[in-house]
């Protein structure tokens, strides 16, 4: 069965600092990976996802993620955060076998001090 | 543009009584599913749907049941409201092709007094 863990449960960083959110996953085959974000009082975003291809992954927000199938990790990084980057990420391992249903990882949620 | 719209967005209920939350979707989309979220639990879901008729049950889905009599709507109801049930609950729909991201509501918040 595929899961994933997101090691994190809260990161702090300092406005203007980098940021990577950790995401492992398990999973028989290649898999499809999605980074969402939440932000309070809102549903989940799609910031960016990997199917195939290039490892480095950019979407929305200035965020972008790497795959790393040696580490079947697929963490999520940004240059420099800004204070509304503040929010909860999710890390999802997309659905196979027949099934639509991805498994998402607990969250990592994410304070930004000014 | 195509969205998909959660209502009420926050309800307030007593125990015992029944609760209908709403979805719908205008993206055409197959697939329909309801998560909800509590603290320290991320989302776990509750029911999901793949088409028209087609209902299935998720891993919390005791207490709840679902209806899809069409494309666009899938209704989530509490059948009878328990205070274990106060949660924020989100629909989400995606298309036929595995794999595919999932787009969701932006959450109803039920409190059960």
């Known amino acids: 069965a595929q899961s994933v863990t997101q090691p994190d449960i809260h990161i702090t960083v300092s406005e203007g600092a980098s940021l990577e959110l950790r995401c492992n996953y398990s999973?028989?085959?290649?898999?499809?990976l999605f980074w969402y974000v939440q932000s309070p009082g809102q549903g989940l975003q799609l910031l960016l996802k990997?199917?195939?291809?290039?490892?480095l992954v950019q979407g929305i927000k200035g965020f972008e993620a790497e795959f790393k199938r040696s580490q079947s990790s697929f963490n999520l990084r940004k240059p420099s955060v800004h204070w509304s980057d503040a929010a909860e990420y999710f890390c999802?391992?997309?659905?196979?076998?027949?099934?639509?249903?991805?498994?998402f990882g607990r969250g990592t949620s994410l304070i930004v001090h000014p | 543009d195509a969205e998909i719209t959660q209502s009420p967005r926050h309800k307030i209920t007593e125990t015992g009584r029944q609760v209908t939350l709403a979805c719908h979707q205008t993206?055409?989309?197959?697939?329909m599913f309801w998560y909800r979220q509590d603290l320290g639990h991320g989302l776990r879901l509750i029911h999901y749907?793949?088409?028209?008729?087609?209902?299935n049950k998720g891993e919390v889905s005791d207490g709840y049941s679902v209806s899809r009599s069409n494309t666009e709507d899938l209704p989530l109801t509490l059948e009878s409201a328990a205070s274990s049930q106060t949660s924020v609950y989100f629909c989400?729909?995606?298309?036929?092709?595995?794999?595919?991201?999932?787009?969701f509501g932006p959450g109803t918040r039920l409190t059960v007094l």
């Open positions: 993206w055409n989309h197959n697939n």
């Open positions: 990997y199917f195939s291809g290039d490892t």
């Open positions: 989400a729909s995606s298309d036929g092709l595995v794999g595919n991201e999932q787009f």
């Open positions: 999802a391992v997309g659905a196979s076998g027949g099934s639509y249903i991805p498994t």
């Open positions: 749907s793949y088409g028209v008729q087609d209902t």
């Open positions: 999973y028989g085959a290649t898999p499809y």
